[in-house]
């Protein structure tokens, strides 16, 4: 199925069906549940890109952002977890951490 | 029949009081005399092989976690958990094997492999630290048959060796310990009483009923079976050869100062027929001459099928056959709340039919300890209901009395 | 040699604090959490929510607070004024409004006979009020707490012992002028098995991010010329306290934080506002420290707001029982306007993700073992004075007599 990415970006697709999730908790545990070198498949891929990927999305502003590029902004977010596997930790959680699902994330909310 | 109780005769007789089985004031009484300053049995030396090796036990009857290391020096040490800093646990894994030093996660303070605080960072910013008096917290560390047992008290009133009694001492003496491996370990956490748990593991009486169909190939109970289906339909029992040997009796009890030794009647394998599976176990199980039994049936039972050895307070050895024991460790976790640890210990199979033998007694006694568990929590949760006032005991239960009556005078001693 | 703030104890007799070992005890003690809770938490003010939150009259929000025991309703009446009182109806005692927030309000009916209170707590209707003997409403209103609102925060206290513009006056000199008016971009919440002044003092320190954090923020708040991560100044305001964290300005910034930065904020960066007087703001650095990061203020005695360039954190440390405290934290930023701010922020919210999943580990194991050491002492060295000042605070209160 295809993501219906723009032309320049079809071969980031691949990644759209695993790493393109809607909530924060699922890209958490996507990232954690992933080996390192699938996230730094992923990582690499799209730091290769960076510049043209964000040129693209902020073209508009958020609100006015097309549905059909809702899938490449969530796969930029996951980015952001996929980063500290990569660029920080070294593994795809910290060594030493409190279980993750007591941390409970509530998103852009009140408590 | 009154086979034990005559021998003992200041073991009172009567019921056993049911508060101290569920009471917070006594659980907390026992945390401080029966508990602190006792030495307790947290594992084996095979688990700390070489100098480095460590494992951690969280001991919640202590409040605690402790870890037991070996260090440069060979010495096996026990420590708190507990940075001398800010508290936070310094091994954080439960076992593992550490280099010359050991380094808290929170702040990096550094400890050797004596407990000693070697190294503070930035230390300068802190005034009048002496790193000479901040080592871990120790606890004694010591060794019998190459089982570690510590005590909270650095300095603990008695030796491991006078703790453990030379009477106890001669029970096991020649049993091969040293060469088994550790082959399964299974944990439970139950709704029980520490002392209720453990108490089932010091009498065989509850056999016949608890487990009527994993034990079934000890004759007797099929015959208590037999006895009470025929109840059930209302006729009279179907007459039956009179058994010399129930098995779920002991025949024999020694019941020293704290500590106690059971023996379990066995049948001999002629007598009851055996299932295919069982069968199969027998006959490929090793099969050890009577000389490699040292150790084992001290008291020269005839009919002789197992030995229970009690250690004061919460250990237990279960000793079969020179080719495998279990260990097992009933540990509180509050008044009405234990956590019972079973450690099953083998010589290294050396053929597929000793594997399989070996793997047939393990998965029996994971069954047997399932049926135990089951029955304790429905009784501990009446025991507050003001339904039982006391706990009838048999004279073949004089150990579970026994058992009871010595923590009892360690909690009420000044 | 003389006490610098690299060397001795600086900090810590400057603020004429001792340098004993803390006792251990009232870290676990049932008795010294009791303690607390009549003479530090019900005397002082914790936060319950922002101004935002119920901005239009008829707004209400609930807020439990465990260690009093209570249930909290604020409301906004149409006087505008803010009101809390315990959320209790003065008949039987069930919860007058059931649900954390609402809006469009004007009365709050009590499910189980019915009684009704305005926004302002009046008793306003009784079904079947005959059959009560000339029942007085007024002696019958919700019982108020005592309410007040800082900086968009809004306090409340069963029994203050000071008026919170007094409380918190310092405090407010200090970030005067920050626009605290943001809306909340990303929370989270976790159960704890801790002590509440453990799980603070975690949070109070920046002297744990060499080890603890080694692998994560490490080579962001530690550098070659401040190797142990000192804070760069600390401030203490009676029982509030101050303490701004050192900013590496060697940091190499990886693509993901280049990324955050330039669209954005990456609160693991902070320019040099020196040289860049347009990105600094009213309201930080109070001392204008060199290779300054962000700020923590910690407002006595559950609350900290973590403060930076573009961005604030709002924590708060609800004791439960003297081994456990519901945590909370709040990441403040301005709505994200297009993807690239969306972005940015992402970085934001994971990398305090990992870096409390760390924290939060450590205080459990810390709890874990305290007991155990009943007869022993913490030792607080001269950058984490904001942990012994707590500790001089809450026991000098705790052993009042009143």
């Known amino acids: 199925m295809s993501a219906g990415f723009p032309e320049q970006f079809r071969d980031l697709e691949r990644f759209a069906a695993t790493w393109a999730i809607v909530s924060r908790h699922g890209r958490y545990q996507h990232r954690v549940r992933s080996t390192m070198d699938e996230v730094r498949e992923f990582y690499d891929a799209i730091t290769s890109r960076l510049e043209a990927i964000m040129k693209y999305l902020n073209r508009v502003g958020l609100a006015e952002l097309p549905a059909s590029d809702r899938t490449l902004l969530y796969l930029m977010l996951a980015y952001m977890e996929a980063s500290r596997a990569v660029e920080v930790i070294g593994a795809t959680e910290v060594h030493w951490g409190f279980d993750s699902s007591r941390l409970k994330i509530i998103d852009g909310a009140e408590l | ?414 | 040699m003389k006490a610098s703030k690299d060397h001795g104890n600086f900090f810590t007799s400057n603020f004429g604090l001792s340098n004993d070992p803390i006792p251990i005890e009232p870290y676990f003690s049932s008795e010294w959490f009791k303690r607390e809770r009549e003479k530090v938490f019900k005397r002082s003010w914790v936060c319950v929510g922002r101004e935002e939150n119920i901005g239009e009259p008829g707004d209400y929000l609930v807020r439990d607070i465990p260690i009093l025991n209570a249930s909290a309703l604020v409301t906004r009446a149409a006087d505008r004024k803010v009101r809390a009182f315990y959320n209790v109806c003065q008949h039987r005692g069930n919860l007058v409004a059931q649900t954390a927030c609402g809006h469009k309000r004007s009365r709050f009916t009590c499910n189980f006979h019915g009684w009704s209170y305005d926004l302002h707590g009046r008793l306003v209707q009784v079904p079947d009020e005959k059959v009560f003997y000339n029942i007085d409403r007024d002696q019958h209103a919700l019982k108020p707490l005592h309410c007040g609102v800082w900086n968009g925060f809004i306090f409340v206290s069963p029994d203050p012992a000071r008026p919170l513009e007094e409380e918190f006056a310092d405090l407010g000199k200090l970030v005067d002028g920050y626009d605290f008016a943001l809306p909340v971009v990303g929370s989270y919440t976790a159960e704890v098995k801790g002590n509440w002044k453990v799980f603070l003092d975690a949070f109070q320190e920046a002297y744990h991010v060499i080890a603890l954090h080694a692998t994560t923020v490490r080579p962001t708040f530690a550098g070659s010329d401040n190797p142990f991560a000192h804070l760069t100044s600390a401030r203490i305001f009676d029982r509030n306290r101050s303490i701004s964290v050192y900013g590496n300005p060697d940091h190499r910034m990886r693509p993901s934080e280049t990324l955050a930065f330039k669209l954005g904020v990456a609160s693991t960066y902070t320019p040099d506002m020196e040289k860049n007087a347009a990105l600094s703001a009213a309201g930080l650095n109070p001392e204008g420290d060199k290779n300054w990061a962000f700020d923590i203020n910690i407002m006595f005695p559950n609350m900290e707001l973590l403060m930076g360039v573009g961005w604030y954190a709002q924590m708060q440390f609800w004791p439960v029982a003297p081994d456990h405290t519901h945590y909370e934290v709040r990441i403040y930023m301005k709505a994200p306007r297009d993807a690239g701010d969306a972005i940015s922020q992402e970085f934001n919210k994971v990398m305090l993700y990992d870096v409390l999943l760390e924290d939060l580990y450590t205080i459990e194991n810390t709890q874990a073992v305290l007991k155990a050491r009943a007869d022993g002492n913490f030792i607080f060295g001269d950058h984490e004075v904001a942990c012994r000042h707590n500790y001089e605070v809450v026991s000098q209160m705790v052993e009042t007599r009143s």
Not at chain 2, 155 to 174: C, H, N, Y
Not at chain 2, 226 to 249: I, W
Not at chain 2, 311 to 318: A, H, R, V
């Open chain 2, 1 to 414: 029949m009154r086979l034990f109780s005559d021998t003992y005769t200041d073991l009172k007789p009567g019921t056993v009081p049911i508060e101290p089985y569920y009471s917070e004031d006594y659980y907390r009484r026992e945390q401080q005399r029966v508990f602190r300053g006792q030495w307790l049995m947290v594992g084996r030396v095979e688990q700390l092989a070489q100098p480095g090796d460590y494992f951690n036990k969280d001991l919640a009857v202590l409040e605690s976690s402790v870890f037991v290391m070996r260090g440069d020096d060979g010495k096996l040490r026990a420590f708190h958990n507990s940075c001398r800093h800010r508290g936070n646990r310094v091994l954080a894994k439960s076992c593992g094997k550490l280099g010359k030093a050991f380094t808290c996660g929170f702040h990096g303070w550094t400890y050797d492999l004596s407990g000693s605080l070697i190294r503070v960072p930035d230390e300068e910013c802190f005034t009048d630290l002496h790193k000479d008096e901040l080592g871990l917290r120790g606890l004694a560390c010591d060794t019998w048959n190459g089982f570690i047992f510590i005590n909270t008290d650095p300095r603990p009133r008695e030796s491991l060796t006078a703790f453990i009694g030379k009477e106890m001492d001669a029970q096991v003496a020649g049993f091969p310990f040293a060469g088994m491996e550790l082959a399964a370990t299974y944990e439970v956490e139950l709704g029980a009483n520490w002392k209720f748990l453990a108490e089932a593991y010091q009498e065989a009486y509850h056999v016949i009923a608890v487990h009527k169909d994993t034990v079934a190939d000890r004759g007797t109970v099929s015959r208590w079976e037999v006895e009470r289906r025929a109840a059930l339909r209302g006729e009279a029992p179907p007459a039956l050869p009179d058994d010399p040997t129930p098995g779920h009796h002991f025949s024999s009890v020694r019941l020293f100062d704290r500590h106690r030794s059971m023996s379990v009647f066995g049948k001999p394998k002629s007598d009851h027929q055996l299932p295919p599976a069982i069968d199969l176990c027998a006959r490929f199980a090793p099969s050890p001459t009577r000389s490699d039994y040292g150790g084992l049936n001290t008291h020269k039972d005839a009919s002789w099928g197992a030995d229970l050895h009690f250690l004061f307070p919460n250990t237990e050895l279960l000793m079969v056959t020179p080719t495998w024991y279990l260990q097992l460790g009933f540990w509180p976790v509050n008044a009405q709340r234990s956590r019972m640890e079973v450690n099953f210990y083998r010589q290294p199979p050396r053929t597929a039919g000793e594997l399989l033998a070996m793997e047939y007694f393990e998965a029996n006694f994971r069954d047997i300890v399932r049926e135990d568990v089951a029955a304790l929590e429905p009784a501990q949760a009446m025991f507050r209901s003001g339904a039982t006032s006391g706990l009838w005991l048999s004279d073949q239960e004089i150990p579970a009395r026994h058992s009871f009556e010595v923590i009892d005078r360690h909690v009420r001693a000044d």
